[in-house]
């Protein structure tokens, strides 16, 4: 499975950003995705996940109540809606993709990795 994120960019806070992930190969269908973020010198954190068939979700509790992870799987992609955005949500968003098919927000379990996008967010 190979992963291209785009979507990124300057956004002021409050504002709003699409964060799109397409994949390519067959098996991506059957795998879990997940959208994760990392600044310089920080940990790769986790944001959100989607289970193989989009009937699960997960969210980091920074982000509840403002993203929404879904999925097209006739389409083989997963966005990420990202409302209300705040200063600290600038990073470099990774979309990843597990063979685990349900939900996970534990790195390790993520196979593939896209190349990441910036989002900034200005106050």
């Known amino acids: 499975v190979q992963l291209q994120a785009s979507g990124g960019g300057l956004v002021q806070a409050g504002g709003s950003l699409r964060l799109s992930c397409a994949a390519s190969?067959?098996?991506?269908?059957?795998?879990?995705a997940g959208w994760f973020r990392q600044n310089p010198g920080k940990e790769r954190e986790f944001v959100a996940a989607?289970?193989?068939?989009?009937?699960?979700?997960y969210y980091a509790d920074f982000v509840k109540g403002r993203f929404t992870i879904s999925r097209d799987n006739a389409k083989n992609t997963v966005n990420l809606q990202m409302n209300n955005l705040k200063s600290e949500d600038t990073a470099v968003y990774y979309c990843?993709?597990?063979?685990?098919?349900?939900?996970?927000?534990?790195?390790?379990?993520?196979?593939?990795w896209g190349q990441g996008t910036l989002v900034t967010v200005s106050s």
């Open positions: 989607i289970s193989w068939n989009g009937g699960r979700r």
């Open positions: 990843a993709a597990s063979t685990v098919a349900g939900t996970t927000q534990n790195l390790p379990e993520y196979d593939y």
């Open positions: 190969g067959r098996t991506f269908s059957s795998c879990g």
